[in-house]
């Protein structure tokens, strides 16, 4: 069995340089790959249970190795949908079959249908922010879809919320004469317009008419500016609203019992709370302080943002952000015992453990980085260099075999 095991022996150790060869073709194949991790071949010896006076060769066994919880150097770049996570986690991305996979390759673009898909043809997953605010399923992908930004297209947003603060004159004159709405003319204090959106993005505006009343004592009637004649009384209708409001006068602020906020009925809207808490009245003149209401016209997206802890957001023409995904991140215990699929994307195994899933920047996931990519964690050098000595060592084991042969050779033609 001398021979044939020498023989043997060499014919393993051809095989496992040859193994290592392929891991380095691999390495250098994707050296420009984004988020490839590196693969490794390690060599464990097989020893044969030997006689006293005859050794039994044995033979050497390999095992492939994915350094994949080593994190690669980050590149930026000028897309906002290029992704990279600096520190530990994966993205999770869906193939054509809507099986779910975990991947550091961020290289994500809009394709037609509005999904975002890396280079592989794999669909970046998230939680959609519709319903309100995601609460993952922390082992497994429940409630992911393909984050799309297809129909973020064109949006109006109703108003619903405001803010009016003035300083009311506190040595104005006091009025009987109070708006109506039907009356010809009507006397009243200081006047503000106020720009709202109704349920389809148009502008309401309106009219906001303060009247003092009494000592310390205001109206604030609210008319839709759509009602007037001539750009103010008469009005074809009632206020939306009205409300008194009263002032503590020695601080000139609104007293205890005084609403702080008007509730506006908007026409084909919402209502809209506005703030008046901040409203003075001091021995000056009408002075408006500060005035906003949220909401917008239809508007379509000028751009996606991504943040740090994954939330997409679509930004308008008109300046308004909308978020609109969470996009989470995935570990598992071990994760350089994941199982590396084609496409550059892992699947769990047995030796990994079970997949966990949580949101970047909380607990052991690192942040997300946006305009980045995870670059390959291939060393050239060190590839070019494990090839050359996987060739020296292949023609060493080559050498033995021919030994071994030729001394075959000569066993066989002993009987000539």
């Given at each position: 069995m001398g021979l044939y095991g020498m023989m043997r022996t060499s014919v393993s150790g051809m095989n496992a340089?040859?193994?290592?060869?392929?891991?380095?073709?691999?390495?250098?194949?994707?050296?420009?790959?984004?988020?490839?991790?590196?693969?490794?071949?390690?060599?464990?010896?097989?020893?044969?249970?030997?006689?006293?006076?005859?050794?039994?060769?044995?033979?050497?066994?390999?095992?492939?190795?994915?350094?994949?919880?080593?994190?690669?150097?980050l590149k930026f770049t000028t897309s906002v949908t290029d992704l990279a996570v600096k520190g530990q986690g994966f993205f999770l991305v869906n193939n054509e079959n809507g099986q779910t996979f975990m991947t550091r390759a961020g290289s994500f673009v809009k394709d037609s249908s509005g999904d975002l898909v890396n280079a592989a043809g794999f669909k970046l997953m998230g939680y959609s922010l519709a319903p309100g605010a995601p609460t993952p399923v922390a082992n497994g992908t429940a409630g992911l879809e393909v984050v799309n930004i297809s129909p973020l297209a064109l949006q109006a947003a109703p108003s619903t919320a405001g803010n009016?603060?003035?300083?009311?004159?506190?040595n104005a004159q006091e009025e009987t004469d109070l708006p109506s709405g039907n009356a010809g003319t009507a006397a009243y204090t200081a006047k503000t317009s106020l720009v709202t959106y109704d349920n389809l993005g148009n502008k309401v505006t309106l009219d906001v008419y303060m009247t003092k009343t009494g000592p310390e004592a205001w109206e604030v009637s609210v008319y839709n500016q759509a009602d007037a004649t001539n750009g103010g009384f008469p009005y074809g209708a009632a206020a939306l609203v009205t409300e008194n409001l009263t002032f503590d006068p020695t601080t000139g602020r609104l007293d205890a019992g005084s609403p702080t906020a008007i509730d506006i009925p908007v026409p084909n809207g919402a209502?809209?709370?506005?703030?008046?808490?901040?409203?003075?009245?001091?021995?000056?003149?009408?002075?408006?302080?500060?005035?906003?209401?949220?909401?917008?016209a239809p508007s379509e997206v000028e751009r996606v943002e991504i943040d740090n802890d994954g939330t997409l957001y679509a930004v308008f023409e008109n300046?308004?952000?909308v978020a609109t995904y969470r996009i989470p991140l995935a570990d598992v215990a071990s994760p350089d015992n994941l199982q590396p699929l084609a496409g550059n994307v892992f699947a769990p195994s047995v030796d990994s453990g079970d997949i966990?899933?949580?949101?970047?920047?909380e607990g052991s996931f690192g942040s997300m980085e946006s305009q980045a990519l995870e670059q390959s964690t291939v060393d050239m050098a060190a590839e070019l260099t494990a090839m050359i000595e996987s060739e020296r060592n292949y023609t060493a084991n080559s050498k033995v075999f021919q030994a071994g042969s030729d001394l075959m050779d000569v066993v066989v033609n002993l009987r000539r």
């Open positions: 340089q040859a193994n290592r060869l392929s891991t380095v073709a691999d390495n250098i194949a994707n050296a420009s790959t984004v988020g490839y991790k590196r693969a490794s071949t390690e060599f464990s010896s097989l020893v044969l249970q030997s006689s006293g006076s005859s050794y039994e060769s044995g033979s050497v066994q390999t095992r492939v190795r994915y350094g994949i919880s080593e994190p690669g150097t009016l603060f003035v300083n009311l004159p506190a209502t809209v709370r506005l703030d008046m808490s901040e409203t003075s009245q001091l021995g000056s003149g009408y002075t408006l302080l500060d005035a906003g209401v949220n909401g917008n300046g308004a952000r966990r899933v949580g949101f970047a920047g």
